[in-house]
């Protein structure tokens, strides 16, 4: 009976599975499910260091945090973001509205604008020189390798965090 239902599963899962491998990069799993595959690519050369006892705890519990903050505000959300990847060091913000952050320039004034907010937090002041820290640096400091910006639509930009 067990391995009846394994058979069953395999023939209705296993064309699902397979799409969801065949869309995206290669080796991008969430490509396809959250974003489409990224058209655009930047590598980010951080002056910070990742801390010593940073962990996927820790990169969870900050984008916890940051959507806590996004859900408690006055206003409805434009993005969702998430950490994922085996250690939660890949992080993915998605715009939740129409016609927001579908292009290069809109996704990198929201982070312009996430710099500012992450400059006023004491964990950036203690770890990095906050007026020349960005956004991206307080994202190196937790460990995160990528980050991927996406209209939710058509459009994705990935940075690779070095």
């Known amino acids: 009976m067990f391995v009846r239902t394994l058979m069953v599963l395999g023939v209705v899962l296993g064309p ?12 991008d799993r969430h490509a396809g499910y959250y974003y489409p595959p990224p058209q655009t690519t930047e590598v980010y050369e951080s002056q910070a260091d990742t801390l010593p006892d940073t962990s996927r705890v820790r990169r969870v519990g900050f984008v916890t945090g940051m959507t806590k903050q996004i859900l408690g505000a006055d206003y409805s959300p434009t993005y969702a973001i998430f950490a994922k990847g085996d250690e939660g060091d890949k992080m993915i913000i998605v715009s939740v509205v129409e016609g927001y952050y579908d292009t290069l320039y809109r996704m990198r004034a929201l982070l312009a604008t996430l710099t500012a907010v992450a400059r006023l937090t004491p964990f950036l002041r203690e770890n990095a020189v906050v007026e020349e820290a960005t956004f991206l640096d307080l994202l190196k400091l937790l460990g995160f390798r990528q980050l991927t910006v996406s209209d939710g639509k058509s459009f994705a930009h990935r940075i690779i965090i070095e």
């Open 16 to 27: 699902a599975f397979a799409w969801a491998q065949s869309t995206g990069d290669e080796g």
